[in-house]
């Protein structure tokens, strides 16, 4: 009975995506008369001959890959130094920086705040300006702080005794200790760069720079006969296929993120759990 239940839950679960990415393969003839496809009755390859007719979307993908990659390494850094400090129950003012931290996943200064700071700080056109503003987020310091606050103390007293330091004990003990909860986080972050749209529209003024989630918006838009901005579009781009368009365009946004997950899976329930179990 349980097999049976979890299977058709899982089976209602993948559904949605078997069609995006059956009908990102069919004929838009076939996608309007049977509104939902499993299997393409014709196969097609024009919605992805659209949307890699240009080099536009290599250059995007590049832009996306280097944010991600970056902008995961530098927030895991500061996440992880600052929530192995706030772990500390000698620490002096921990419950008031805490409070500090929980205080922002409540309010925050909002669009045009964030903006001007953006801007104030020399960012506007920069790749940093996808990074920095959202370089600790307030969860994921939560769990790993939580987590930390779950390693044995004996631990850190015992390297302490044989004369490690600080540094030491975050290095060698600390982190080796800690992948569940660090592959966890990455992968938090690494969805969130890679997911990056907004920042990019408020703060890159050039369109050479968008990354690939603005470039498969202003596809659509464009399949959808809808006058866009094509500054970031070469002479070669071509004439959309209209409504398959759009199912390519979730697979092709989705695609390289998902191949991520099955190296981190064994470690993303585990970490997740872990830091989440003392508030």
Not at 146 to 157: A, K, Q, T
Not at 206 to 217: A, E, G, H
């Amino acid at each position: 009975m349980n097999y049976t239940l979890l299977g058709l839950i899982a089976l209602i679960t993948i559904l949605p995506f078997i069609n995006v990415i059956a009908g990102s393969f069919t004929t838009v003839q076939e996608l309007a008369q049977k509104q939902f496809v499993i299997i393409p009755t014709v196969f097609s390859l024009d919605a992805y001959r659209y949307i890699f007719s240009t080099n536009t979307i290599f250059r995007a993908m590049a832009v996306s890959i280097g944010v991600t990659g970056i902008g995961t390494l530098v927030s895991m850094v500061l996440t992880s130094l600052m929530a192995y400090g706030l772990s500390k129950r000698e620490v002096v003012g921990r419950s008031q920086v805490m409070f500090l931290v929980m205080f922002t996943m409540l309010f925050s200064g909002g669009m045009i705040p964030t903006f001007l700071v953006v801007k104030a700080m020399g960012l506007i056109d920069s790749y940093w300006s996808l990074i920095i503003p959202g370089a600790i987020n307030a969860f994921n310091l939560i769990i790993m702080r939580n987590f930390f606050s779950n390693l044995p103390d004996g631990l850190e007293e015992s390297a302490k005794i044989d004369g490690c330091s600080d540094w030491g004990i975050l290095l060698r003990i600390v982190i080796p200790l800690s992948m569940a909860a660090i592959a966890t986080i990455s992968l938090f972050y690494a969805v969130t760069y890679w997911n990056t749209y907004m920042q990019a529209v408020l703060y890159l003024n050039d369109s050479t720079k968008w990354p690939i989630q603005v470039i498969l918006r202003q596809i659509v838009i464009l399949a959808s006969g809808i006058s866009a901005d094509t500054s970031g579009f070469d002479d070669s781009f071509i004439t959309p296929p209209e409504q398959t368009v759009k199912m390519a365009v979730i697979v092709v946004a989705t695609l390289p993120i998902l191949l991520v997950y099955p190296f981190l899976q064994k470690h993303f329930a585990k970490g997740a759990l872990l830091g989440s179990v003392k508030g």
